[in-house]
């Protein structure tokens, strides 16, 4: 088998070989059988992996910047601390895979199926996860700031202390996931499913939660500090109603908030879209607006005139 230009004196890789430390750096390894294989420390840079069998390899600490592994195979691979920035994932099986402390900067894994694998640490700034399978993933203190998870399936994910910062959420299902203290400032989660998710001391800053599935989910209500305060958002952006209600994922959340004593301004927002919805009571509505799994101010945009509203006291 070939394996790249100059390489020729290198063995040809099999099912169980120990490679540790070999330069395969723009070999040819498609289709290569490398299961059970100790590629420990190996350079793979600019390498050609795709439909690679790499069942519980060992690839810790190995340099593949580049690296193209399109539809490989690697379930129950060990990548620990290992550099994939750049390379090309996609469609690739990497169920169970142990990735903590990987670093996966604008790669490719779209399509992708992580299922169980454990990310932990992982720095995936960037990188391509559209309709990727992560469900029981566990992404722990991972960076995914600017990633793109569009319609990526998450259900019982663990994302405890993650950074999504400005990333790509719309139409994801993240039901039962832990959020809990993940930063989502700027985040897209337009139609995202967030039933049964944990919220709890998550930064929802600026982030987009309309027509999001919110039945069951763990808002952070308690801890008022880790939303963008509604107190804040009157007296900074001073646009009224509009700005407010862009802090909150439902009306049943502005109605937790409202009962701060200290949320005078809310009170009177929410009394003012009480009148102009011709709604009896405020909490006999929070019910509907939550199970229909739509924003507060959405709905509210489509059912009246925002604009009138804008006039709400700061």
């Keep these: 088998m070939a394996v790249g230009p100059g390489m020729g004196a290198l063995p040809a890789p099999s099912w169980g070989g120990i490679y540790s430390g070999v330069d395969w750096r723009g070999a040819d390894l498609r289709g290569v059988q490398l299961s059970c ?87 995936l700034e960037r990188v391509d996860l559209a309709g990727a399978d992560l469900r029981g993933a566990r992404l722990v203190d991972a960076n995914l700031t600017g990633a793109d998870l569009n319609g990526a399936r998450l259900e019982g994910a663990v994302l ?16 039962d996931a832990n959020l809990e203290r993940a930063s989502l400032q700027g985040a897209r989660l337009q139609g995202a499913d967030l039933q049964g998710a944990r919220l ?5 800053g600026q982030a987009d939660l309309s027509e999001c599935a919110l039945q069951g989910a763990h808002l952070p209500t308690d801890d008022k500090s880790a939303l963008v305060d509604p107190r804040r958002a009157f007296a900074s952006h001073g646009d009224g109603l509009a700005a407010a209600l862009r802090t909150f994922a439902t009306l049943t959340q502005a109605l937790e908030v409202s009962r701060d004593p ?18 009896r009571d405020l909490h006999d509505n929070a019910l509907p607006w939550t199970t229909r799994g739509r924003g507060f101010l959405r709905a509210l945009c489509s059912r009246a005139r925002l604009a009138r509203l804008q006039a709400v006291p700061r």
């Design 37 to 123: 294989a100790n590629l420990g420390g190996t350079r793979l840079e600019g390498a050609d992996l795709s439909g690679a069998f790499l069942f519980d390899a060992y690839l810790a600490h190995v340099q593949g910047r580049g690296a193209k592994a399109r539809g490989a195979s690697l379930p129950q691979a060990e990548l620990n601390m290992a550099e994939f920035e750049g390379a090309d994932f996609s469609q690739a099986n990497l169920q169970g895979a142990r990735l903590v402390a990987a670093r996966l900067e604008r790669a490719c894994l779209r399509e992708s199926s992580l299922v169980g694998a454990d990310l932990t640490a992982a720095r």
């Design 160 to 175: 405890v202390g993650s950074v999504l910062t400005d990333t790509c959420l719309e139409g994801a299902v993240l039901i």
């Design 200 to 204: 709890v001391s998550c930064d929802l």
């Design 262 to 279: 200290r949320a005078g301004s809310v009170r009177q927002a929410l009394e003012e879209a009480r009148r102009q919805m011709g709604w």
